[in-house]
């Protein structure tokens, strides 16, 4: 290896690769077989984090920054001055092995510009793939980026050999689509879609019938879209990420605040605010609909198009729905108790076998982790002493709001201060 | 008053485990274990030196077992490795819970041992997850795959599996410099190991030991590593949140080559 040369293509293509926040290496499952390199588990490790606090796990890098194809909101379109550089094949396999045998990484997470056409970068990705699990008997995560419009027989290739697959939506709508990525269909980015889905469901009957069927992407496929580089509200973003859930059968969907990299009138300009306070509370959806039970229409309606900055949805959904509240603690089904701001998952199973054994009052809940300064006021308990006062939502509000910091508070009073 | 019996033990899970045996084979009342290591000048006090057997040490966990589920197996044995000290007596005050409840009754999870012992064995299992994120391999020129860590807690013993089940077709070497012990794995199976004379070791005869292109590959992590960072998103708190400045040490991409 010439490792300078190496070392410049990979401060080129590992940059442009970092926007990408799809970042999860979990929810595969590949045993090591033969005292070969690597396993898969569940849970993924973080084995250091950026600066920016976020997670890195897999060497995540693009396998070239070529591309013909010219997306307003890339860095990477045919019509930017940057530097351009592309990695061999081997090279990308070496990186990842030896990085990985150094414990530096779970894995790779292999993205593209687009060279030639489709299939032919899709063919070249999927090279990468096969290497390293034929030839390295590499069985550490695999993420591959499907290239829009990729052929079915290649799409069909790709989940052999990798974990997860994910085309990414990029723009939430479909007129947002056509504005700013005018080359791409829509047909483009939905047919590998149902393509991966369609193989993970014939591999799960053709696994009942024949044992050694061929694992086909075993930890699914995720989607990325980018928030606030147009218009569309957290209701336009919400219902297409549930679509995509259901129709797609999505292990995740990720959404990443728009960070201006070009000067286009068509979007945000650069130095603009990263949205990354709505980018929290869209996730913190998400996994309201995904773990607690809601659905988003409770969330997010044609009277509440967009989420609350200053206070968390489950929140806001409680002060939306007060008549439901107080519950008791003692006597609520699970589905409740979820539904109550300032208690966790963790917590619900906790205070469900607690329940058990006596009735529970403050302290109990207190010693089981419930953040009590937001939960006390939707809640009874085997307690005398609780919050009885009728009041309005908006006063509640400011109650709590006065009493918690959030760690967002910084975000918020910059974004605040960009209205004023 | 009952005088205070102290049981004194070597320091190991097994001798401590048999220092458990003595406490109900001679029906002591009030029993307070503790390792050699630690100190102890009280008066009053009645001191017994624990001789480590397998076949008792075995005995009581196997009574211990029968009556607990896989994770409370695990729970224990991670709040032994805490090494906090007087750690021994919360074990044994629950290991006596245990052995006097009836089979198959649920544990009252308000108990003060035992959220103590949850508590702690998820501190001591967060240790684990971290040592096993932040072991950083250099390849050494006799091929062996070589780690530093200094973890808060004992924590080798939990994640020989994680390393030996991952890392099946190279050798290596995870060596705990606060503790000075290691584990070696050798392709086919993982023993301790300890180092003689470490004092004499330098950078450079560290460096020295590399293999060929062991410089080069750390430094392309480093490269790699400064560049995935958006720098408009910089959040250093929360950055020292994930990566304490204590484990700085010995992760290559914090340090320059
Ligand atoms: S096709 Fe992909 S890489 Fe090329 S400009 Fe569009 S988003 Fe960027």
């Known amino acids: 290896m010439l490792f300078e040369r190496i070392q410049e293509k990979l401060s080129i293509l590992a940059d442009a690769a970092k926007y990408d926040v799809s970042c999860a290496s979990s929810g595969g499952k590949r045993a090591n077989t033969n005292k070969g390199l690597g396993n898969t588990t569940a849970m993924g490790i973080c084995h250091s984090y950026t600066e920016d606090g976020r997670c890195v796990s897999l060497l995540k890098i693009l396998l070239t920054n070529h591309c013909i194809y010219d997306c307003a909101y890339c860095v990477t379109r045919k019509s930017n001055d940057i530097k351009r550089a592309a990695f061999k094949i081997q090279e990308v396999v070496d990186l990842t092995i030896n990085f990985y045998r150094r414990n530096y990484i779970e894995g790779l997470f292999l993205s593209s510009g687009i060279f030639k056409n489709p299939d032919h970068t899709m063919e070249r990705l999927i090279s990468v793939a096969k290497k390293l699990r034929l030839e390295e008997n590499f069985n550490g995560y695999i993420h591959l980026k499907s290239i829009p419009g990729t052929s079915d027989e290649l799409m069909r290739q790709a989940g052999l050999y990798a974990d997860r697959l994910s085309v990414n939506i990029e723009i939430p709508t479909v007129s947002g689509l056509k504005l700013l990525a005018p080359d791409k269909k829509h047909e483009d980015f939905i047919k590998p879609m149902e393509k991966v889905k369609n193989e993970i469901i014939q591999y799960k009957t053709e696994r009942k019938i024949i044992k050694s069927t061929p694992k086909f992407a075993p930890a699914g496929q995720s989607t990325q879209m980018i928030i606030g580089a147009t218009g569309e509200n957290d209701r336009d973003i919400m219902y297409s990420a549930t679509y995509y859930y259901k129709k797609f059968n999505m292990r995740r969907v990720y959404y990443s605040g728009y960070i201006p990299v070009t000067m286009d009138d068509r979007l945000p300009s650069i130095g603009s605010e990263v949205p990354m306070l709505r980018e929290n509370r869209l996730y913190q959806t998400d996994w309201l609909l995904r773990f607690y039970g809601f659905s988003v229409s409770e969330i997010l309606n044609d009277t509440h198009k967009n989420l609350d900055l200053d206070i968390d949805p489950k929140l806001s959904w409680a002060l939306r729905n007060l008549d439901l509240f107080p519950i008791d603690i003692n006597k609520a089904d699970q589905r409740m108790i979820a539904r109550v701001p300032g208690i966790g998952m963790q917590s619900v199973y906790k205070i469900l076998q607690a329940r058990k054994f006596r009735n529970l009052d403050w302290t109990h809940l207190k010693a089981i982790g419930i953040a009590l300064n937001r939960a006390q006021y939707f809640i009874t308990c085997n307690s005398k002493d609780f919050f009885t006062k009728d009041v309005e939502p908006y006063v509640l509000k400011r109650k709590i709001l006065k009493n918690s910091k959030s760690k967002y508070h910084k975000y918020y009073n910059q974004q605040l201060s960009l209205f004023s | ?257």
């Open chain 2, 1 to 257: 008053m009952n005088p205070q019996t102290v049981l004194i033990y070597d320091g190991t899970f097994d001798g401590f485990l048999c220092s458990v045996f003595i406490i109900y084979e001679q029906k002591i009342m009030s029993p307070v274990i503790r390792k050699e290591s630690q100190t102890n000048n009280q008066l009053f006090t009645i001191t017994e030196k624990v001789i480590t057997e397998e076949l008792k040490a075995q005995r009581v966990w196997h009574g211990f077992r029968k009556k607990t589920t896989r994770n409370e197996q695990r729970d224990f044995f991670k709040v032994f490795l805490s090494e906090i000290k007087g750690v021994e007596n919360t074990l044994l005050s629950y290991m006596q819970t245990i052995f006097k409840k009836k089979l198959n009754k649920n544990i009252d999870f308000s108990n003060k041992d035992i959220l103590k012992i949850s508590q702690v064995a998820r501190m001591v299992g967060r240790e684990k997850h971290r040592m096993e994120a932040f072991v950083r391999f250099q390849l050494t020129k006799d091929q062996i795959y070589f780690s530093n860590i200094a973890p808060d807690f004992n924590v080798l013993p939990l994640i020989i599996h994680h390393f030996k089940d991952r890392y099946a077709d190279q050798k290596w070497i995870i060596y705990d410099t606060r503790r000075k012990y290691g584990i070696y794995y050798d392709l086919q199976t993982v023993e301790v190991i300890t180092f003689e004379n470490l004092k004499g070791i330098t950078a450079t005869t560290r460096k020295n030991a590399y293999a060929d292109d062991e410089v080069s590959f750390q430094k392309l992590w480093n490269t790699y590593f400064k560049n995935v960072t958006i720098k408009s998103r910089k959040n250093t708190k929360l950055h020292l949140q994930h990566i304490p400045k204590r484990y700085w040490r010995y992760l290559t991409e914090k340090n320059n080559i």
